[in-house]
């Protein structure tokens, strides 16, 4: 079996499945309190669907980008339990999650996060058919800097799309194919699908160097002198 974790955003889920057929899932909207609520999610799932931890062969989790202190709770309570009951851990990139759904259509994909400050986090793919390959590192941006990098007819995807949709959509006109989704965008469906392939394929990554996809530094707010 096995445990799909994402609290990449606020938006967060975990699932489980059998050999990438999923069992169960439960998705929220987390209020900053993804540390408070991610173990009671594992157990509730666990607990509905009759699971033992102990019959986990696979944790997937999702890496980032995305929110510094829900990557955080994710990547500490997957490492926790990799370590704690030795099970194999899988990371994936969100952005991957996020346009994974839409390969083989036959046109670019970009898939975008919100990463605050009027910035969003994007990665861009070649979603021919047959083939499924990311074109470059994925970076931040102003949507309008990423309008003027689309040179062809593109769909975008993901959860950025409710807060930049209608400025890509101006920016762009007709390059632009926008999909209309509305949050949670990221399924544990998609997770236990592409992280039971690198699972089969013999894919691990080392719990003691992984770290979340952060993409920058955290704001830091300097603590205020006492009066």
Same mark, same amino acid.
């Given at each position: 079996m096995e445990l799909s974790i994402d609290t990449s955003t606020r938006y967060?889920? $975990?699932?489980?499945?059998?050999?990438? #057929? &999923?069992?169960?899932? %439960? @998705?929220? +909207?987390s209020r900053q309190n993804h540390s408070v609520e991610l173990l009671p999610a594992v157990e509730h799932l666990l607990r509905t669907t009759g699971t033992a931890l102990q019959d986990v062969d696979c944790i997937i989790l999702? =890496?980032?980008p995305g929110g510094? @202190?829900?990557?955080? $709770?994710?990547?500490s309570t997957a490492k926790g339990l990799s370590t704690s009951m030795g099970i194999p851990l899988v990371a994936l990139n969100t952005l991957d999650i996020e346009a994974y759904p839409f390969r083989g259509l036959g046109m670019p994909v970009c898939s &975008?996060?919100?990463?605050?400050?009027?910035?969003?986090?994007?990665?861009?793919y070649d979603g021919g058919k047959g083939n499924w390959s990311k074109l470059g590192e994925e970076q931040i941006m102003t949507p309008e800097e990423l309008c003027s990098r689309i040179q062809e007819h =593109?769909?975008?995807? !993901?959860?950025?799309? @409710? &807060?930049?949709?209608?400025?890509?959509?101006? !920016? +762009? !006109?007709? #390059?632009?194919? &926008? $999909?209309? *989704?509305?949050?949670? =965008?990221?399924s544990p469906v998609t997770l236990a *699908?592409? !992280? %039971? *392939?690198?699972?089969q394929q013999g894919e691990r990554d080392d719990i003691y160097s992984l770290e979340p996809r952060y993409l920058r530094r955290p704001t830091i707010t300097a603590p205020r002198r006492p009066a």
């Open positions: 967060a889920s $975990v699932g489980l499945s059998q050999e990438r #057929k &999923i069992l169960a899932e %439960y @998705s929220w +909207l999702a =890496t980032g510094f @202190s829900a990557l955080r $709770v994710g990547m &975008i996060l919100d990463m605050g400050r009027g910035e969003l986090a994007m990665a861009l =593109t769909l975008f995807c !993901g959860e950025g799309v @409710s &807060i930049y949709g209608t400025a890509l959509e101006e !920016g +762009l !006109g007709e #390059k632009g194919v &926008i $999909v209309e *989704q509305l949050p949670p =965008t990221r *699908q592409m !992280g %039971y *392939q690198r699972f």
